[in-house]
């Protein structure tokens, strides 16, 4: 499985992809919510660094996310 951060500045160039994946029966949820306010991609969340790298999350933010996401998939899942 592939997973992509999108940045505020890159969300149109991923625009439209989850209508395929759903098309072909998969799900798609955008998340930049979790990582972005209105106008900025935080660097850092309370004391918590977001990104190991240019596209990859760090361990402890991913921890922290975790149930949210799985909240997200759960929801998900109960609706098919």
């Given at each position: ?19 395929r ?45 975790a ?14």
């Amino acid at each position: 499985m592939r997973t992509v951060t999108v940045v505020r500045g890159q969300r149109r160039r991923y625009r439209g992809r989850g209508h395929r994946h759903q098309g072909r029966g998969g799900q798609y949820a955008d998340l930049t919510t979790l990582f972005c306010t209105a106008d900025r991609c935080p660097v850092i969340v309370g004391n918590t660094l977001v990104y190991l790298d240019e596209v990859h999350l760090s361990y402890e933010y991913a921890r922290q996310l975790a149930p949210v996401i799985g909240l997200l998939a759960d929801r998900t899942l109960a609706r098919n």
